[in-house]
């Protein structure tokens, strides 16, 4: 659905390990290039490429991909991407981030389960197995690292935001001609309100809470959260809150 001059939100109805997961995806569109803002699941890229194309835009104008953070959930897609195009797209992600979707550092999830890994349960030992050969088959090239600040070339202006908190180098990017916020992980929808994304699968809650009062100095009426959907209202108002809450 179109969301703002330039910008789509992709409902994607997909899966991880065998349960059902639906994913709200940025699509921005700018002249005869579009923008991939995450990437999707492991093997589940013809979902999202049947999005793509639902909305009208052809699967090989995505020059670009721009990943919000490493969690396998926003770079899962991106070998499924690679290999649906001819040419494949530049990826771009905060410095921070970058490592992490390289593989040269190894991801905060698969770290903390690590450090546990002696005495997990059964179920979480094979869920942990399940999630490094994920990533493995996900770790990409960055193309191009990005800074928090920097405005992007696209739709008048995209504006990354440094967000740290839900991971290390976790971005939010702001449309201000839109006033309109991609928020990745940031924030999250729950019976149709802004949420704070749950706790026990950040990196860093209180740095989340800092994040959240940055994002609330900004001019914010609509929300695109990756797990939830379509936020319209007084965006700004009630990220403020959450930031306290």
């Known amino acids: 659905m179109k969301v703002t001059n330039g910008l789509e939100m992709l409902e994607v109805k997909t899966e991880m390990f065998g349960t059902p997961r639906t ?4 699509l921005l569109r700018d002249g005869d290039t579009a923008l ?3 990437t999707g699941y492991p ?8 999005a793509i194309e639902a909305a009208g835009v052809a699967l090989n104008r995505i020059h670009n991909a721009i990943i919000t953070h490493h969690d396998i959930d926003h770079i899962g897609g991106l070998p499924g991407l690679r290999a649906a ?3 494949p797209p530049r990826v771009l992600a905060h410095e921070v981030e970058a490592a992490y979707i390289r593989g040269e550092k190894t991801p905060l999830k698969l770290a903390a389960l690590e450090a546990n890994l002696a005495s997990l349960p ?4 094979d869920f942990y197995q399940k999630l490094k050969s994920a990533f493995q088959a996900s770790f990409t090239p960055v193309d191009e690292t990005l800074a928090d600040g920097q405005v992007l070339p696209w739709c008048g202006g995209v ?3 440094h967000t740290p908190g839900h991971t290390l180098g976790h971005i939010c ?7 309109t916020l991609i928020a990745g992980d940031a924030l999250t929808m729950q019976d149709g309100a802004l949420a704070r994304p749950n706790p026990a699968i950040n990196y860093d809650t209180q740095m989340c809470g800092e994040s959240l009062r940055k994002l609330a100095r900004f001019d914010i009426e609509t929300v695109v959260s990756y797990h939830g959907g379509l936020f319209r209202g007084d965006a700004t108002r009630r990220i403020a809150e959450l930031a306290e809450a």
């Open 159 to 161: 504006q990354v935001v």
């Open 23 to 26: 994913i709200y995806m940025a």
């Open 43 to 50: 093997g589940q890229f013809a979902a999202v490429r049947q």
């Open 122 to 125: 059964q179920d979480r030992a």
């Open 85 to 87: 195009l001819p040419q």
């Open 173 to 179: 990017l702001y449309l201000p001609q839109g006033k």
């Open 36 to 38: 991939l803002v995450d």
